[in-house]
C-alpha cells in the first residue's frame, strides 16, 4: 500500500515545491544535494533549508550526489572522493532529520565480464557495512539504494540481502526501468519484496529520462497504482517529475487508487 506520498520536483523552484507539499498535505524530497557545489556550501544550505521549511511538518527524504562517484572504483583516490562525497550527504541528512536518503545503486551492466557482478557485489557491500556502521547505525535514517542503469531488479536484491539492515532499503526509480529494463515496474516490486521502502514514480517515452508527469509516457501508470495500492506491504510514492503542472496531474491520479486501497485495508492505510 501507499504509506506516505511526497512531492520530488525537480525543475520548480524550491520555493513552490515546498509549498505544494505544505497545501496538499504531503511530505518532500530534497532535491539540491546531487549537486556536489551544495554539498560544498552545506553550511549556508542547511540554514536556508531551514529557513524554506519552517512551516513543514512531514517526513522529508533527500537524494544524494550522482555525478562522478564510484564508490566501487578500483582506484584509491576516486573511491576515497566518492566517500567523502556520500558522507557530506549523510551529515546534510542529519542536520535537517531526512529519514530516506536516496544514493544510485553503481551497478553498470554494460560491462560484461564473467566476475563483473561478483566483484561489484564485494565492493559495493564493504563500502556499504562501513558506511552505516560508522555514519547511520545510531540514527532514524534510512538508505534507499535507486536504480539507474540497472536492467534487473538482481544486483540490488544481492547487495540488501547480504546486508539485511533496516537502515539499508530499495528505492526502485520506474522511469529508469522503462528505459533501461526489459521488465516491468510491477516485476521489479515483486523481486525485490519487502527489500523495497520508496518509489520514484514519473513517466517517459522509454528513450529519454525525461521525468514526464504520469499520464505522459509508456508506463501503464493506473494499472502500477493500483497494484501499489493492493500491496499489503507499505511503500512510500514520491512523485519525481520535472514540472509543477506535471506534480500536480501526477498526485491527481493517485487519488481514486488510494480510495481502492482504503476499501482494501480500512484504517490499516496511513493515508485514508
Given at each position: 500500500?501507499?504509506?506516505?506520498?511526497?512531492?520530488?520536483?525537480?525543475?520548480?523552484?524550491?520555493?513552490?515545491?515546498?509549498?505544494?507539499?505544505?497545501?496538499?498535505?504531503?511530505?518532500?524530497?530534497i532535491?539540491?544535494?546531487?549537486?556536489?557545489?551544495?554539498?560544498?556550501?552545506?553550511?549556508?544550505?542547511?540554514?536556508?533549508?531551514?529557513?524554506?521549511?519552517k512551516?513543514?511538518?512531514?517526513?522529508?527524504?533527500?537524494?544524494?550526489?550522482?555525478?562522478?562517484?564510484?564508490?566501487?572504483?578500483?582506484?584509491?583516490?576516486?573511491?576515497?572522493?566518492?566517500?567523502?562525497?556520500?558522507?557530506?550527504?549523510?551529515?546534510?541528512?542529519?542536520?535537517?532529520?531526512?529519514?530516506?536518503?536516496?544514493?544510485?545503486?553503481?551497478?553498470?551492466?554494460?560491462?560484461?565480464?564473467?566476475?563483473?557482478?561478483?566483484?561489484?557485489?564485494?565492493?559495493?557491500?564493504?563500502?556499504?557495512?562501513?558506511?552505516?556502521e560508522?555514519?547511520?547505525?545510531?540514527?532514524?535514517?534510512?538508505?534507499?539504494?535507486?536504480?539507474?542503469?540497472?536492467?534487473?531488479?538482481?544486483?540490488?536484491?544481492?547487495?540488501?540481502?547480504?546486508i539485511?539492515?533496516?537502515?539499508?532499503?530499495?528505492?526502485?526509480?520506474?522511469?529508469?526501468?522503462?528505459?533501461?529494463?526489459?521488465?516491468?515496474?510491477?516485476?521489479?516490486?515483486?523481486?525485490l519484496?519487502?527489500?523495497?521502502?520508496?518509489?520514484?514514480?514519473?513517466?517517459n517515452?522509454?528513450?529519454?529520462?525525461?521525468?514526464?508527469?504520469?499520464?505522459?509516457?509508456?508506463?501503464?501508470?493506473?494499472?502500477?497504482?493500483?497494484?501499489?495500492?493492493?500491496?499489503?506491504?507499505?511503500?512510500?510514492?514520491?512523485?519525481?517529475?520535472?514540472?509543477?503542472?506535471?506534480?500536480?496531474?501526477?498526485?491527481a491520479?493517485?487519488?481514486?487508487?488510494?480510495?481502492?486501497?482504503?476499501?482494501?485495508?480500512?484504517?490499516?492505510?496511513?493515508?485514508?
Amino acid at each position: 500500500m501507499i504509506e506516505r506520498i511526497f512531492a520530488a520536483p525537480k525543475g520548480p523552484a524550491l520555493e513552490a515545491g515546498i509549498q505544494f507539499a505544505l497545501t496538499h498535505g504531503l511530505d518532500y524530497e530534497i532535491p539540491t544535494f546531487y549537486h556536489v557545489e551544495n554539498l560544498d556550501n552545506r553550511h549556508q544550505e542547511i540554514l536556508r533549508y531551514r529557513h524554506l521549511l519552517k512551516d513543514f511538518r512531514g517526513i522529508l527524504s533527500m537524494h544524494g550526489p550522482i555525478f562522478d562517484t564510484n564508490v566501487v572504483s578500483l582506484d584509491p583516490e576516486i573511491l576515497k572522493v566518492s566517500r567523502h562525497r556520500y558522507k557530506q550527504a549523510i551529515e546534510v541528512a542529519k542536520a535537517l532529520d531526512v529519514r530516506y536518503l536516496v544514493f544510485h545503486s553503481q551497478w553498470t551492466p554494460i560491462y560484461r565480464a564473467a566476475n563483473a557482478t561478483y566483484m561489484w557485489l564485494n565492493k559495493v557491500t564493504d563500502f556499504w557495512e562501513r558506511l552505516l556502521e560508522e555514519e547511520v547505525r545510531d540514527t532514524n535514517l534510512t538508505i534507499v539504494i535507486e536504480n539507474f542503469l540497472d536492467d534487473s531488479p538482481e544486483s540490488i536484491h544481492a547487495l540488501l540481502s547480504r546486508i539485511n539492515s533496516p537502515h539499508l532499503k530499495a528505492c526502485v526509480d520506474i522511469g529508469h526501468i522503462n528505459i533501461f529494463s526489459k521488465l516491468s515496474p510491477i516485476d521489479w516490486l515483486q523481486e525485490l519484496g519487502s527489500q523495497v521502502a520508496y518509489i520514484h514514480a514519473h513517466n517517459n517515452g522509454g528513450a529519454l529520462d525525461s521525468h514526464d508527469s504520469f499520464e505522459k509516457g509508456l508506463i501503464d501508470m493506473p494499472g502500477f497504482l493500483n497494484h501499489l495500492a493492493l500491496l499489503p506491504q507499505k511503500i512510500h510514492l514520491a512523485i519525481e517529475t520535472s514540472t509543477l503542472e506535471g506534480l500536480a496531474s501526477s498526485y491527481a491520479m493517485i487519488a481514486p487508487h488510494l480510495a481502492v486501497q482504503k476499501e482494501q485495508f480500512g484504517a490499516k492505510s496511513f493515508l485514508i
